[in-house]
């Protein structure tokens, strides 16, 4: 009878060790499981965040290229603009027809003052002609 309650006593015993054991490594499995999920929830979380970088630099180089495009098409209306607007319509007055005059008329002036009119002459022609060459005429 003590024998018997000695085995029953060390049944008991080694029932609770192993019920301690066994709940202990549930309580081990239950903590690397919420371990695991835990890693798994970081690994997403940074390709979350990887993604939300991703996405947040193309947001950035889509403004950027929209910007350089805006600019581009500005600068190139203006441009546009700017050479597109027809200068200013110059008119030219009608070209005088100069009276002649003959060398009998002209007798009684001396020679500097017959030299200078001539020269006068000449360069009011050369004027008017460097005129009507810029100006398309």
Avoid: N
Avoid at 20 to 44: C, F, N, P, T
Avoid at 80 to 85: H, I
């Amino acid at each position: 009878m003590i024998w018997a309650r000695i085995k029953l006593a060390l049944f008991a015993a080694a029932a609770a060790i192993v019920a301690y054991w066994k709940h202990r490594s549930d309580k081990l499995s239950r903590v690397a499981g919420e371990l695991e999920a835990r890693k798994r929830m970081q690994a997403e979380m940074v390709k979350l965040r990887a993604a939300q970088r991703e996405r947040r630099d193309e947001v950035r180089r889509s403004k950027k290229r929209d910007f350089f495009t805006k600019s581009v098409v500005l600068v190139a209306a203006a441009a546009l603009a700017a050479c597109a607007s027809a200068p200013p319509a110059v008119t030219l007055p009608v070209r005088p027809t100069l009276p002649t005059v003959q060398p009998s008329e002209l007798q009684c002036l001396s020679d500097s003052t017959y030299e200078t009119l001539v020269e006068r002459e000449l360069r009011l022609r050369e004027y008017a002609e460097e005129l009507e060459v810029l100006c398309g005429r």
